[in-house]
T-cell receptor, first 108, second 112 residues
């Protein structure tokens, strides 16, 4: 069992839909990251959180430390949101464990 | 600022060849790392550095060497390329541990 698991692996949505991507982890963490990887391959950081909730534009990230679970929500999805979304857990000692990613395709 | 740069973008090697993947950052970050990304798997740490002159192994270090002579540069050397090293390689930097990482654009390497 992977220490950081994401679901779903693939997701197709219609433009305007509300999207949720889930991340579960089995290790102790100091922080959890959500990253976005566009088809061109570049990876950018979206959020880093250790508790509660963060919002940036149409993106919302939440984390429940007790349940070892985080979610990334996209409101009013748009085709430009099509990308791979990666969850990553900082476990301390300069060790970050990455999930395999969720591939999102938003249809116009 | 250019951020994190990597060269080359694409490379094809024959088994047994050696090469160096270049990584540079202009943000004066102390911490730099190399990852590989394989289909269906998360990014895996190859080597990392916490400052000039200091490097350490990550999860999958075999077949790779690194050095950190300056804060800016962190090259990754493949000593004798093998098909199992076919992957996309990302360099990343961060000013502090447990902080946002800044990724380079990646190098797609194919070993025949």
């Amino acid at each position: 069992k992977n220490e950081v698991e994401q679901s779903p692996q693939n997701l197709t949505a219609q433009e305007g839909e509300f999207i949720t991507i889930n991340c579960s982890y089995s290790v102790g963490i100091s922080a959890l990251h959500w990253l976005q990887q566009h088809p061109g391959g570049g990876i950018v950081s979206l959020f880093m959180l250790s508790s509660g909730k963060k919002k940036h534009g149409r993106l919302i990230a939440t984390i429940n430390i007790q349940e070892k679970h985080s979610s990334l929500h996209i409101t009013a999805s748009h085709p430009r949101d099509s990308a791979v979304y990666i969850c990553a857990a900082d476990t301390g000692g300069f060790k970050t464990i990455f999930g395999a990613g969720t591939r999102l395709f938003v249809k116009a | 600022n250019a951020g994190v740069t990597q060269t080359p973008k694409f490379q094809v090697l024959k088994t047994g060849q050696s090469m160096t993947l270049q990584c540079a950052q202009d943000m004066n970050h102390e911490y730099m790392s190399w990852y590989r990304q394989d289909p269906g798997m998360g990014l895996r740490l190859i080597h990392y550095s916490v400052g000039a002159g200091i490097t350490d192994q990550g999860e999958v270090p075999n077949g790779y060497n690194v050095s950190r002579s300056t804060t800016e540069d962190f090259p990754l050397r493949l000593l004798s390329a093998a098909p199992s090293q076919t992957s996309v390689y990302f360099c990343a930097s961060t000013p502090f541990p447990y902080n946002e990482q800044f990724f380079g654009p990646g190098t797609r390497l194919t070993v025949l």
